[in-house]
């Protein structure tokens, strides 16, 4: 959590998601699932309500009060009314993103109210892109059929889940080890399925052991298990949003055969990607 004053927002939060229940409620004013487009820029904006991004992939950039964020793959960023922000993204690899404006409103009156009243933001990353995807992705159905008798409070309970959960994500958090950051950024940038650990290690001066005892003292999974996690969700992509076929997925990734991509695949995902593919 990165506050933009000298000021406790974790606490401000904590008090706000108590209230919910009580006093306001929080609205969705947009949300949207998209790519975003190769002249994709933010220049020193404030806005009156809140927002929250999901990165889904992609690289580039957003500016909170100075401080400068990278937009990657499970990454989310909140920034309360007020707060001071830029974005910019890489055009070779745009930024594929879950961004929603919301606000908060009385129960009583029903009127957007501030509640927080010195700017700030959060940010954390997904690591093993399981704990917000899936509810970023519920959120946007239901509010996609907003006017569906019950939809508007369920978006509501999916937005305060979302809300709930990354601040315990925040409370929870320690101060990662520089090293565990580094071994991470290698294999976003080197993602393939014949990564090994040892080619890493010797990268980063260290013994293949002693990585892999970093990395997992710090997000709770082997590189072997979120090489793989990342390497499925970025085949899942493919499939989705590409005209690719299977074959050429699993060549992109570096399998060197389709039988063992797609055991692999069946082994996380539970079916195969042909199952996959035709569902869509």
Same mark, same amino acid.
């Given at each position: 959590?990165?506050?933009?004053?000298?000021?406790?927002?974790?606490?401000?939060?904590?008090?706000?998601?108590?209230?919910? /229940?009580?006093? +306001?409620?929080?609205?969705?004013?947009?949300? !949207?699932?998209?790519?975003?487009?190769?002249?994709?820029?933010?220049?020193?904006?404030?806005?009156?309500? &809140? =927002?929250?991004? !999901?990165?889904?992939?992609?690289?580039?950039?957003?500016?909170?009060?100075?401080?400068?964020?990278?937009?990657?793959?499970?990454?989310?960023?909140?920034?309360?009314?007020?707060?001071? =922000?830029?974005?910019?993204? %890489?055009?070779?690899?745009?930024?594929?993103?879950?961004?929603?404006?919301?606000? $908060?409103?009385?129960?009583? +009156?029903?009127?957007?109210?501030?509640?927080?009243?010195?700017?700030?933001?959060? +940010?954390?990353? %997904? *690591?093993?892109?399981?704990? $917000?995807?899936?509810?970023?992705?519920?959120?946007?159905?239901? /509010?996609?059929?907003?006017?569906?008798?019950? /939809?508007?409070?369920?978006?509501?309970?999916?937005?305060? &889940?979302?809300?709930?959960?990354?601040?315990?994500?925040?409370?929870?958090?320690?101060?990662?080890?520089?090293?565990?950051?580094?071994?991470?950024?290698?294999?976003?940038?080197?993602?393939?399925?014949?990564?090994?650990?040892?080619?890493?290690?010797?990268?980063?001066?260290?013994?293949?052991?002693?990585?892999?005892? @970093?990395?997992? /003292? =710090? *997000?709770?999974?082997?590189?072997?298990? !979120?090489? @793989?996690?990342?390497?499925?969700?970025?085949?899942?992509? !493919?499939?989705?949003?590409?005209?690719?076929?299977?074959?050429?997925?699993?060549?992109?990734?570096?399998?060197?055969?389709? *039988?063992?991509?797609?055991?692999?695949?069946?082994?996380?995902?539970?079916?195969?990607?042909?199952?996959?593919?035709?569902?869509?």
């Amino acid at each position: 959590m990165c506050p933009s004053t000298q000021y406790n927002p974790q606490s401000t939060l904590e008090s706000t998601l108590t209230s919910l /229940n009580h006093q +306001t409620h929080m609205r969705i004013h947009t949300m !949207y699932n998209v790519t975003v487009p190769s002249q994709w820029q933010i220049t020193n904006r404030r806005n009156k309500d &809140q =927002h929250i991004i !999901y990165v889904k992939g992609g690289q580039g950039w957003y500016d909170v009060e100075g401080q400068r964020i990278p937009l990657e793959a499970g990454r989310l960023i909140f920034v309360s009314n007020g707060c001071l =922000h830029s974005s910019g993204a %890489d055009p070779h690899d745009l930024p594929r993103i879950m961004p929603i404006r919301f606000g $908060f409103y009385d129960n009583t +009156t029903l009127e957007q109210i501030s509640v927080f009243h010195k700017p700030y933001y959060m +940010t954390l990353v %997904d *690591y093993q892109g399981i704990a $917000f995807l899936d509810t970023f992705r519920a959120l946007y159905d239901y /509010n996609s059929h907003v006017e569906r008798l019950g /939809n508007r409070q369920i978006c509501h309970g999916l937005l305060t &889940q979302i809300m709930v959960e990354f601040y315990h994500h925040m409370k929870e958090g320690t101060q990662k080890d520089n090293r565990s950051i580094a071994i991470k950024a290698y294999m976003d940038k080197h993602l393939h399925h014949q990564l090994k650990v040892e080619e890493m290690a010797k990268h980063l001066g260290l013994s293949a052991k002693h990585l892999s005892r @970093i990395f997992k /003292n =710090h *997000y709770g999974i082997t590189p072997k298990q !979120y090489l @793989i996690a990342q390497i499925i969700r970025q085949a899942n992509y !493919y499939m989705a949003d590409t005209s690719l076929s299977i074959g050429e997925i699993a060549h992109k990734l570096g399998y060197t055969d389709l *039988y063992t991509f797609s055991k692999q695949y069946k082994k996380i995902m539970g079916y195969s990607p042909v199952h996959h593919r035709r569902q869509k």
